[in-house]
């Protein structure tokens, strides 16, 4: 299936047959720069150089597969697009309009580009291979590969800072609730994030604050509107008193319960990841720390980030990792792997975010260095990737190689790899 991509790599190099080339209005065309492309909103090249008929333009240029696809769209009402000096299609279904009225110039390029790079870029994106160009990810330089370790973990970064806005300004633009809710989600790690986001958005911090002094009190607020006091495990002294004090601070602050105790997931997990002890975890970093956006953001290295984890639960937590069931052995503190995780997905999104709000590349930066000096993360994906002898020594690697495979490999964006592209030249 041809892909715009495609016929952006075809503009970029040239790889068309440009003698003689015609406007669908039968005006002349001559390229003489075809501009840099254009990663952001806008056209798809800028600054090109180009002269149709007796007029040299200087503009951008936009790419779609079909002529058509301007209007689909809206091009047509859009003054940034006003500066569009050529329209290259791969099919001509309709002459379209810029938003003054006047006709768009086009190049159809579909029967100008060569049959043999055509049929190449065909026969590469049918490769049934998770990764098209596996079997000859080896022949690529290794500059190349390195080079797109570092696009793809600038693009989750940007990725990340999009999300880290988009909850600071559902959270009335308060950074510190922005953290809040971000610990939340990765508390909850990949399984129970969203009922730990509920809970964190239907939890005010302000209420946390006012019991600061009180674990007792956080924890009941938790786990009260996590549902979780609802149903009393049988001789469960400490759960029925979590409950009672529930009951008054619920009517204190109008709080409720706002999950059930079966959206909490249990089965198949290790009992240091249950919900309830991370929820209890949870509770004692919040309650010790009165401004945990500006201590994350602020830190001056690992070693003072990673004291605000080593977490002291309440007493009952030490023999318990859920309701009801106490167990012999001693339960583990928050461990090294828990805490590297919340780094790559709590405080490098809240830098990475809070930079670009700040426009302070500084913390950009800041977020790097920190990936580079954190353990690697494991997964089948990353297994893949090792197969291929992909150098991947820290969690910056990592964060490239994830990132990597959901936007390059998994949507078939080989032109936009510098490996596909190196491969596809």
Not at 18 to 27: F, G
Not at 180 to 187: I, V
Request: proline share 3%.
């Amino acid at each position: 299936m041809m892909q715009e991509a495609f016929l952006h790599h075809v503009w970029q190099f040239q790889k068309f047959n440009s003698l003689s080339l015609l406007s669908t209005q039968a005006e002349p065309i001559q390229v003489l720069k075809v501009g840099y492309h254009n990663a952001h909103a806008g056209a798809d090249f800028l600054e090109a150089h180009i002269q149709i008929g007796e007029v040299e333009w200087i503009g951008s240029v936009e790419i779609h597969l079909k002529s058509s696809d301007w209007e689909q769209h809206t091009h047509q009402h859009d003054q940034s697009y006003g500066n569009v000096i050529l329209h290259v299609v791969w099919e001509n279904d309709r002459e379209v309009y810029r938003y003054d009225d006047t006709i768009m110039p086009t190049l159809v390029v579909k029967d100008l580009v060569d049959t043999h790079l055509l049929q190449s870029y065909s026969d590469f994106m049918a490769r049934p291979t998770q990764i098209l160009c596996q079997g000859q990810f080896e022949e690529v330089p290794f500059i190349r590969k390195i080079g797109m370790l570092d696009k793809a973990l600038l693009l989750r970064l940007e990725q990340k800072a999009n999300h880290i806005m988009e909850i600071f300004a559902k959270c009335n633009q308060d950074w510190e609730d922005v953290a809040y809710r971000l610990l939340a989600k990765n508390f909850g790690f990949v399984v129970n994030a969203e009922p730990f986001v509920r809970l964190a958005e239907n939890l005010p911090l302000k209420c946390i604050h006012k019991h600061r002094d009180s674990l007792f009190q956080i924890e009941a607020m938790v786990f009260g509107v996590a549902g979780l006091l609802e149903i009393i495990e049988e001789n469960d002294d400490y759960q029925q008193r979590l409950k009672q004090e529930f009951k008054f601070l619920s009517a204190k602050y109008q709080l409720k319960p706002v999950i059930e105790k079966h959206e909490w997931k249990f089965l198949r997990m290790r009992p240091a990841n249950f919900p309830t002890l991370r929820l209890a975890q949870w509770a004692a970093l919040i309650g010790k720390n009165a401004n945990l956006f500006s201590l994350m953001i602020y830190f001056k290295d690992t070693q003072t980030i990673e004291s605000l984890f080593r977490i002291n639960t309440s007493p009952y937590w030490e023999n318990h990792y859920r309701f009801g069931k106490s167990t012999e052995t001693k339960v583990k503190s928050f461990g090294k792997s828990s805490f590297e995780n919340i780094l790559i997905n709590t405080v490098v999104p809240l830098m990475a975010g809070y930079g670009r709000y700040k426009n302070e590349q500084i913390l950009i930066d800041k977020a790097i260095v920190m990936l580079e000096g954190i353990h690697p993360e494991k997964n089948h994906i990353l297994d893949i990737w090792q197969e291929l002898n992909l150098p991947i020594k820290n969690a910056a690697d990592s964060q490239g190689a994830l990132e990597w495979m959901k936007s390059f490999c998994k949507t078939r964006h080989c032109l936009s790899c510098e490996v596909g592209l190196f491969l596809l030249r």
